[in-house]
């Protein structure tokens, strides 16, 4: 599994709240992804980082940033969340040599 | 316009069945992944294909870049193979999901 970690692995909030998602990962590879799982929608990236400070925005990034201070930790952030919002948030790392994708748990986050 | 599609979306096999999950997409790419989704929620990658054929196991997993097409196979199906199987694109540094097959195999 890489050693991926994700926090929360489940948040209820409310609308307008502010809401962190941490992404640790203990193998210092260099690539970090956000993605969001909803129902008939494949996998969706919301954002990604490819180092340290280094970040993009994936195909459904709106209301959400993203920070990376150090290799191990991708932090997701919904600034105000809406119900919209409320979804499985998964982090995966991608292994250089192989190209491979590890992913975290997920995160189920509910936006009352 | 998706640019990867699956098919089936949904499909039930008896335990022992030989499985065939297709892809096909419609853009270029370098290497062409598959992965599984278990019921608890889980993603595990099966395979990263650029050309041919690999196998692990009982699966296995073809590509054809001239026809944009790949299929997953599973023989000697069981029921712990009851999963949605994911069809991802590499795209420069990032992957397209398709929207997955969602298999179940009956005892």
């Known amino acids: 599994d890489a050693g991926i970690t994700q926090s929360p692995r489940h948040k209820v909030t409310e609308t307008g709240t502010p809401v962190t998602l941490r992404c640790h990962q203990t193998?210092?590879?260099?690539?970090m992804y956000w993605y969001r799982q909803d129902p008939g929608h494949g996998l969706r990236l919301i954002h990604y980082?490819?180092?340290?400070?280094?970040?993009d925005k994936g195909e459904v990034s709106d209301g959400y940033s993203v920070s990376r201070s150090k290799t191990e930790d991708f932090l997701l952030t919904l600034e105000s969340a809406t119900s919209s919002q409320t979804s499985v948030y998964f982090c995966?790392?991608?292994?250089?040599?192989?190209?491979?994708?590890?992913f975290g748990p997920g995160t189920r986050l509910t936006v009352l | 316009k998706n640019e990867v599609e699956q098919s089936p979306q949904n499909l039930t096999a008896q335990e022992g069945e030989f499985i065939t999950i297709n892809c096909s997409y419609s853009?270029?790419?370098?290497?062409l992944h598959w992965l599984q989704q278990h019921p608890g929620g889980g993603i595990v990658s099966l395979f990263m294909l650029s050309s041919g054929k690999k196998k692990h196991g009982r699966l296995i997993a073809t590509i054809n870049i001239q026809e944009k097409h790949s299929s997953l196979h599973i023989t000697a199906s069981h029921p712990r193979d009851s999963a949605v199987y994911i069809c991802a694109l590499r795209d420069t540094d990032k992957l397209i999901f398709g929207t997955g097959t969602r298999l179940q195999v009956f005892p």
């Open positions: 193998e210092n590879h260099r690539y």
């Open positions: 853009v270029g790419i370098s290497a």
């Open positions: 995966a790392i991608r292994e250089d040599v192989l190209d491979t994708q590890y």
């Open positions: 980082s490819y180092g340290v400070k280094d970040t």
